[in-house]
């Protein structure tokens, strides 16, 4: 299994530019998360999925959008890129509330 | 290069001696608690989890320990070793909800 997968894992965009973060897993995961990784603020959720069609938002969700058409896959966009965007973003999947896997990552520069 | 974790608290240990690290958690409505292991350009790798009925849980040279009173969680690596230098996160999820909330971080640093 390749477990939880990012793509890209690096990436610079202008102010107002859109892009969308991949994130896939093979293990058949209901539960899937993005999380942006700050200094010092440790990982703070931005949207989440309990199953496929299924998505929620988390404590920062302004800015970025979600949806879950697979169980596989759950993307995310951002429709109009800003400084304050610039992050280490991380996608994780799990089979329930017990241990989430996580990917390994995209770092996100935005100008 | 690393740029999370630039100011995190750091906690340095002497290889082969124990270390611990703590976090205090927010919430008493959680009921699972998790530990992740975080290397330099990497994603978080889970260590330990303990449920709100246990008051500590063991596993391969780690214990985890769990004061719900004062809502305070521990994590306990004996025999440091080099490759368990990383920032270590505290996670707590709270009940009836797929919502985790994350402690900053602390940096363990193994000297030789």
């Known amino acids: 299994n390749a477990g939880v997968t990012q793509t890209p894992k690096f990436q610079v965009l202008k102010t107002g530019q859109s892009m969308t973060l991949q994130c896939a897993q093979d293990?058949?995961?209901?539960?899937m998360s993005w999380y942006r990784q700050d200094p010092g603020m440790g990982l703070r959720l931005i949207h989440y999925?309990?199953?496929?069609?299924?998505?929620d938002q988390g404590e920062v969700p302004n800015g970025y959008n979600v949806s879950r058409s697979t169980t596989e896959d759950f993307p995310l966009r951002l429709l109009s890129a800003a400084p304050s965007q610039t992050s280490v973003y991380f996608c994780?999947?799990?089979?329930?509330?017990?241990?989430?896997?996580f990917g390994p990552g995209t770092r996100l520069t935005v100008l | 290069g690393e740029s999370v974790g630039l100011h995190l608290p750091t906690l340095s240990v002497q290889e082969g001696d124990n270390s611990i690290i703590n976090c205090a958690y927010s919430?008493?409505?959680?009921?699972?608690f998790i530990w992740y292991k975080q290397e330099s350009g990497k994603g978080p790798q889970f260590i330990i989890d303990?449920?709100?009925?246990?008051d500590k849980r063991q596993g391969q040279r780690v214990t985890v320990l769990l004061n719900k009173t004062v809502k305070h969680l521990s994590l306990q690596i004996a025999a440091t070793q080099p490759g368990d230098s990383a920032v270590y996160f505290c996670?707590?999820?709270?009940?009836?909800?797929?919502?985790?909330?994350f402690g900053t971080g602390t940096r363990l640093k193994v000297l030789a």
């Open positions: 994780a999947s799990s089979s329930g509330i017990n241990e989430q896997f």
């Open positions: 293990m058949n995961h209901e539960y």
């Open positions: 999925s309990v199953g496929a069609g299924i998505t």
């Open positions: 919430n008493s409505a959680s009921d699972y």
């Open positions: 303990i449920r709100s009925n246990m």
């Open positions: 996670a707590e999820n709270i009940v009836g909800t797929y919502k985790y909330i």
